[in-house]
């Protein structure tokens, strides 16, 4: 039990950390408006994978994918200023399609709706 309670304080640091870096801005115009949604660090303390959206079509996506990755080296290294920690975790970024997911699960309902709205009122 001890083990998850400190990759779950290592994911908060991590989370924290890096939404802090991309508030501030990195230095690629490649980035647009990300936001990290969550982080999941593996037991061993090894990997990191942060989970982030994107507000844009595909190619915001992409390019701003592109440009965390670019960035690794620098958030691993402003990592190592924050955690206590041997060895710094390595860094991966998943696009989250939850948001996506959620939206189109929305438009669905409010489309059903809409046509069971129709039925009622003919009847």
Do not use: W
Not at 69 to 85: D, T
């Amino acid at each position: 039990m001890k083990l998850h309670k400190r990759c779950d304080k290592v994911a908060e640091a991590i989370h924290e950390t890096v939404s802090g870096i991309l508030s501030r801005g990195l230095n690629d115009p490649r980035i647009g408006f990300v936001t990290i949604i969550a982080v999941d660090v593996t037991q061993d303390l090894r990997l990191a994978k942060i989970y982030f959206t994107v507000i844009g079509d595909d190619e915001s996506k992409q390019k701003s994918e592109a440009g965390l990755n670019s960035a690794k080296p620098y958030i691993r290294r402003e990592l190592g200023r924050v955690l206590a920690m041997r060895f710094i975790p390595d860094v991966m970024f998943v696009y989250d399609h939850s948001q996506e997911y959620g939206s189109r699960i929305d438009s669905l309902l409010k489309e059903i709706e809409h046509e069971h709205g129709d039925d009622t009122e003919h009847s």
